[in-house]
């Protein structure tokens, strides 16, 4: 292995981190706000009061497989920078469409802050592809752990910058998303993609296979259909819990703090995670993440004070970053480097089209049936990942390498 092969990973992956804490905050903003500028946008009915949020989360899906394309095109640096441009169009559409007081224009800012979050989500992959076999698993954590900034920058700017532009509210937060690109955009020009390639050179040579072979191999299946659960059930969660909360009378900022705490729980583990997979396999880690989220279930079906709350969405945050981190290990660990944007594309577009269901639902189950109803879908879905990582399991001892 090239000697210069780690440190060029470890640059690539902490300016990709540096970028994740800065465009990355751009989330927070949405899925904390949006789902109460929504209810404020809306008439007597309600129940579309986290569509803005679904409609962050469609747009993540729908530019999934065009941001895949367009980084191959132009290259990292340029593909990810003509992300940061896509973020900052979405925030002033989302911040035009309040003044306009316009539910729907409101929708479709969201759409485009979570079209550039597609090239966002690009970076762990980004990271893992220009990192050596032994450090792939730490580049993908590196790049999330970026994500720790984003839990105190995103929330903090909703508290100091929503009534900002008042009387219209939480204009303020969303016209910020506008300098957070411009910065992420100055960061990421300083990319390099490593001259020194990573992995075998018979793997970078070796033809790209049709799509329908790679998503076949059981630890491609399995390992998607975890970081779906993982990702699906924190969104349906997540979304839900702002609107929970005011309702059970505390405040905007205190459904902020929350979310701050939960994003910080997301990201604060990959310090470690990486190292944890290295140890103990990725499979195992995902199953603890499962475990997590269960606990966060058990602790919001026990009662509604504020830290029943904050702790659930906390073990929400530290149970996707096991079971996330688990399942996208486990997916790069199943493509060749010629066939990595085809793959990637496709794994989060659905991985960001089920994400958009689960964020449209929390506001269905939540009208409809409450705050009890949403976090016991946690429990069957969980228990159907179980039953992959369990058949996964037999299927390696029954077809060994």
Known sequence: MNAHAPVDARRTALILAASQAIIGSAAPIAISLGGLAGFYLLGADKSLATLPVTGFNVGVALGAIPAAVIIRSLGQRNGFMTGTLVTAFGGLIATFALFQASFWGFVAGLVGIGVGGAFVQQFRFAAADNAPPEFKARAISFVLAGGIFTAVIGPQIVIFTRDLLAPVMFAGAFASILPLAAVGAILLSFLRVSRHVVGSRQDADAPARPLREIIAQPQFAIGLLCAVGSYALMSLVMTGAPLAMVGCGFSPDDAALGISWHIMAMFG????????????????IVAVGLILLIGCAIVALSGIQLWHFWTALILLGLGWNF??????????????????????????????????CGSLLAGVVYNNWGWEMLNWIVLPVTGLCFLGLAGLRLYVRANPA
């Open 269 to 284: 583990p990959s310090f470690f995670t990486g190292a944890l997979i290295t140890r103990f396999g990725k499979e195992t």
């Open 323 to 356: 079971g996330f981190i688990g399942a996208t290990a486990m997916v790069a660990g199943t493509y060749r480097a010629s066939e990595k944007g085809k793959v990637q594309g496709f794994h989060d577009f659905i991985l960001f089209t089920s994400v958009a």
